[in-house]
């Protein structure tokens, strides 16, 4: 074999033992950029309130809301700020925002048990998946 074909066929080995990780780094890439993968967080924290399964829900805050929050405090603050959210009936998906550096916004409208009907703005970043960094939320007008 010469050398010439020797590097050649190294090449080729190392471009296949590479290919798995280049797929996979395409993968995460298109999960990122991807609306489903950003409203999926949001539509389980919503039904892990829905069960008052706190340790669940806690699991989609981002990086930064955990450190301002333990597990119990987060509970509290949900409760107390946001109580359609906490205790909601039903939610629709109003809209996505996908933004080049890392955020995704989700709109969702949301029905209270307390008749409270809510439009609520989520923002997400990405840390190795989509993960809520807060809420805003505001009256809505009419039911889901």
């Known amino acids: 074999m010469t050398r010439a074909r020797g590097l050649a066929l190294a090449g080729m080995v190392l471009a296949l033992l590479l290919l798995p990780l ?3 780094a ?10 489903k993968a950003a409203v999926e967080p949001v539509v389980r924290q919503l039904e892990a309130f829905r069960r008052d399964d706190y340790d669940t829900a806690y699991t989609f ?3 930064e809301i955990r450190a301002q929050f333990d597990r ?5 603050m949900v409760r107390r700020g946001y109580p359609e959210i906490a205790r909601s009936t039903s ?3 109003t809209g996505t925002e996908l933004r080049p550096e890392g955020l995704a916004y989700v709109t969702v409208k949301i029905q209270g ?3 409270q009907t809510v439009e609520a703005l989520y923002e ?3 840390q190795g ?4 960094n807060g809420v805003a939320t505001r009256p809505a007008s009419g039911v889901i």
């Open 129 to 132: 998946t989509w993960r809520i």
């Open 124 to 126: 997400l970043v990405w």
């Open 72 to 76: 119990p405090s987060f509970e509290v």
């Open 26 to 35: 395409a993968r995460a890439q298109a999960e990122q950029h991807s609306a």
């Open 91 to 93: 939610a629709a998906v």
């Open 61 to 63: 805050a981002s990086e």
């Open 22 to 24: 280049w797929a996979g």
């Open 113 to 115: 048990a307390n008749g």
